[in-house]
């Protein structure tokens, strides 16, 4: 009697989809929903939960055959996001914040975009906001004058010049180009670029990792591909809308390390200590403004 021949292996998939939810609402099962149609080929979804009650994410992953992982502490977005995409078999991760829709196609342009293109180490979409407006989610790295300017005066001033200057050319969505970093609320990345670097910093609990990510990839030089053709609409804050104050703490916090990664030489002492203090005098002031 002949052996039995096992099957040859699934070949594994394209894109791994990461999503790092913290305590989701109604939004997961949208993203989960509208993941379905963005690629005509199969997608791995893997849920990954930071947070105590797992019930709505281990529903959605139930109901649309995704993997969940309980981290079982809350790792942030970006250590998040590292256990999601380990073991990736897929050549393209793509990470996503539970608050993203997609339209039907956008996940097979994007890594269309990323084929086309072998220096990619990074592509990322045009992210509407609710209204159609364009979030400005490819930009130039800061610098020191223009990073610090953005962040101490575009509450009391929107129309100062760093400003401008920082979020240049993000009025629209415009055409295709390299940019300084894009933005991890939807972000696909090359799987080989991706864990050349280690992945994200997850010294980064929320905010700046996605910043921290480009300027590396950028130096061990991949490019970071801003595809505006492709278009996902991103509803934003649902996680921490009803108390903003931690992450008002959080992404002051993660700004403070990223100046001080970024200008680690003795001499640039008196730039750290003035953006630490400016950073830390904006962040009373949107604590108090948030009540």
């Known amino acids: 009697m002949s052996t039995p021949v096992p099957p040859p292996p699934e070949p594994p998939p394209l894109v791994r989809v990461v999503c790092v939810v913290f305590h989701p609402g109604e939004e997961l099962a949208t993203f989960a929903r509208t993941?379905?149609?963005?690629?005509?080929?199969?997608?791995?979804?893997?849920?990954?939960?930071?947070?105590?009650?797992?019930?709505?994410?281990?529903?959605?992953?139930?109901?649309?055959g995704a993997r969940l992982v309980?981290?079982?502490?809350?790792?942030?977005?970006?250590?998040?996001?590292?256990?999601?995409?380990?073991?990736?078999?897929?050549?393209?991760?793509?990470?996503?914040?539970?608050?993203?829709?997609?339209?039907?196609?956008?996940?097979?342009?994007?890594?269309?975009?990323?084929?086309a293109a072998p220096t990619a180490g990074s592509v990322g979409p045009a992210l509407l906001n609710t209204d159609g407006s364009v979030y400005p989610s490819a930009r130039e790295l800061p610098s020191l004058t223009q990073g610090a300017g953005?962040?101490?005066?575009?509450?009391?001033w929107p129309g100062n010049p760093w400003t401008r200057r920082y979020q240049a050319r993000q009025s629209s969505a415009g055409g295709q180009r390299p940019a300084g970093w894009l933005s991890g609320a939807c972000l696909l990345v090359r799987r080989e670029a991706f864990e050349a670097l280690g992945g994200f910093d997850d010294g980064y609990f929320m905010f700046f990792e996605d910043v921290d990510l480009g300027e590396?990839?950028?130096r061990a030089g991949w490019v970071n591909l801003y595809v505006p053709?492709?278009?996902?609409?991103?509803?934003g804050g649902t996680s921490w809308r009803a108390t903003p104050a931690p992450m008002i703490s959080a992404h002051?916090?993660?700004?403070?390390r990223y100046v001080?990664?970024?200008?680690?030489?003795w001499y640039q002492w008196p730039v750290r200590q003035a953006a630490a203090l400016g950073l830390r005098l904006r962040e009373r002031a949107e604590l108090r403004a948030a009540g």
């Open 35 to 64: 993941l379905a149609s963005a690629s005509a080929s199969p997608v791995e979804l893997v849920i990954v939960d930071n947070g105590s009650d797992p019930g709505v994410s281990q529903a959605v992953a139930d109901r649309y």
């Open 70 to 115: 309980a981290s079982g502490e809350n790792l942030g977005y970006g250590g998040g996001a590292n256990l999601g995409a380990a073991g990736a078999r897929a050549p393209w991760i793509l990470v996503a914040n539970s608050d993203i829709e997609f339209p039907p196609g956008s996940l097979d342009a994007l890594v269309a975009a990323g084929e």
């Open 150 to 156: 953005h962040a101490l005066f575009v509450r009391l």
């Open 216 to 218: 590396r990839l950028g």
């Open 229 to 235: 053709q492709v278009q996902v609409t991103h509803v």
């Open 252 to 256: 002051h916090a993660s700004a403070a």
């Open 260 to 265: 001080h990664r970024r200008y680690p030489r």
